[in-house]
């Protein structure tokens, strides 16, 4: 499969909430970026990639694609991830740090057993807390 | 693209990576993307909205969302997805999240002011 079909799989496996979310995300990304370069600098968008980085962590979850298929799927939504992730590797969120799962073979390469560290449920209370929503919302 | 009630307003369409996957989600041709194009170009508000940003226009069986915000080039149609109206979530909270949307480009617009 070439990345294009990849990354299509993976939306076509995505539901329709977290569609929606990533349609948003992805017109307000466009809309920051715009305010940045009219502005000059960057503005502070530390809450927008924690809920993009926890959204492609959902997407991981569900999907039916492998990992290595997954990961190239969400890099190409432009999400980093490690990028070889074995049998019984952690998994880790790059750029947020707090949010890991381990990927098992057994079940069809997909990342298991997410855990969340304090620090990352601490971000999480705190993003809860600005946005009025869920991690997501 | 120019609209063609007042030559003096640009039109300018953007769109969202994710926007070019719906397209090919739901097989829309460039050809329906010419026509979307242009029916917008005609009159930018024929989409409905709530909050002046953020757009919602029925076209081919299709519901086609877009902020439209103004920026030094003009007139911006920023094309954010589109679905068929059966696949259109009903989450309060997806719905709030259109808020920053607004934001942004009331940001956007204080740049400019």
């Known amino acids: 499969m070439n990345a294009e079909t990849i990354r299509l799989e993976a939306y076509k496996a995505m539901s329709l909430d977290d569609r929606e ?10 809309l920051e970026e715009r305010f940045n370069d009219l502005n000059g600098r960057e503005a502070d ?4 990639t924690l809920s993009q980085n926890v959204l492609a962590l959902e997407m991981a979850d569900r999907t039916k694609l492998t990992v290595a298929e997954a990961l190239e799927a969400l890099q190409a939504l432009g999400v980093s991830m490690d990028e070889h992730a074995k049998d019984g590797q952690v998994v880790k969120i790059r750029g947020v ?3 890991a799962g381990v990927v098992r073979e057994s079940q069809g390469g997909k990342i298991v057993g997410r855990t969340k560290t304090p620090a990352g449920k601490r971000i999480a209370r705190k993003t809860t807390a600005k946005r009025s929503g869920g991690i997501l919302g | 693209m120019t609209n063609g009630n007042d030559p003096t307003v640009e039109i300018t369409f953007r769109r969202t990576p994710v926007f070019d996957l719906d397209c090919a989600l739901y097989g829309i041709s460039d050809k329906d993307l010419e026509l979307l194009y242009k029916n917008l170009a005609t009159d930018p508000h024929l989409g409905t909205t709530d909050d002046g940003v953020n757009f919602e226009y029925s076209f081919n069986s299709h519901a086609v969302s877009y902020v439209m915000y103004m920026d ?7 094309m954010r997805g589109l679905r068929p109206p059966a696949d259109i979530p009903k989450s309060k909270g997806i719905l709030a999240k259109l ?3 607004v934001t942004w480009a009331a940001k956007i617009k204080g740049l400019l002011m």
Not at chain 1, 21 to 30: F, G, H, P
Not at chain 1, 45 to 48: D, E, K, Q, Y
Not at chain 2, 72 to 78: E, H, N, P, T, Y
């Open chain 1, 21 to 30: 979310l990533l349609r948003i995300s992805a017109a307000n990304d466009m």
């Open chain 1, 45 to 48: 968008t530390s809450v927008v």
């Open chain 1, 97 to 99: 740090g707090q949010f």
């Open chain 2, 72 to 78: 030094r080039q003009g007139l911006i149609l920023l």
């Open chain 2, 99 to 101: 808020g920053m949307a």
